[in-house]
């Protein structure tokens, strides 16, 4: 097991940090409201649970660790239920769980090394990094979600 890394420790502790944000969001959602959408062309909250879950494992299971698993991008975006609020967590725990073991690889002798991911070239950084943006950005989505479609309350 690689010795803790302080860089890699705290961007994954970001990373569970916003997961945990997504959780909790998707605990308290109504669940007859899960797979509504505010207007077309816009995301549910299912779809963005479904979305953040597959880009983890795109991220990190084929970018990081450079395995094969296969993605359905599209039907991330396309889905229009089939999952109820109890499935939802699970797969977005289930994936989580799934990604800690290419998280806990990360050390200070791999941070900087190259891989090789849809025809680009990042770090290990990059990827860790790409990934804390882009669940950030939609966890604030789904803050706007359980406010507009959700109809809950300011959270504290």
């Known amino acids: 097991m690689p010795v803790p890394f302080i860089e890699s420790d705290v961007a994954v ?4 940090s916003r997961l ?39 991220w990190f299971e084929n970018g990081l660790a450079q395995q094969t698993w296969t993605r359905d991008r599209q039907f991330e975006f396309d889905r229009n239920g089939g999952m109820n609020q109890s499935e939802l967590t699970s797969h977005l725990d289930a994936t989580r769980t799934h ?12 941070w900087d090394d190259s ?24 966890a604030g989505q789904a803050a706007f979600l359980r406010r507009i479609v959700g109809n809950l309350p300011p959270a504290d």
């Not at 409201?33 to 880009?55: F, T, Y």
């Not at 891989?115 to 939609?138: A, C, G, M, P």
């Open 115 to 138: 891989r090789v991911f849809r025809s680009k070239t990042y770090t290990v950084r990059d990827i860790i990094l790409h990934q804390l943006e882009h669940i950030s950005y939609h």
């Open 13 to 16: 502790q970001f990373i569970d």
């Open 20 to 58: 945990d944000q997504l959780r909790h969001i998707l605990d308290e959602f109504p669940n007859d409201k899960l797979w509504e959408r505010p207007q077309d062309g816009m995301l549910s909250l299912g779809n963005l649970i479904c979305h953040v879950a597959g880009s983890m494992r795109d």
């Open 99 to 110: 990604c800690n073991q290419f998280l806990s690889e990360i050390s200070a002798d791999n």
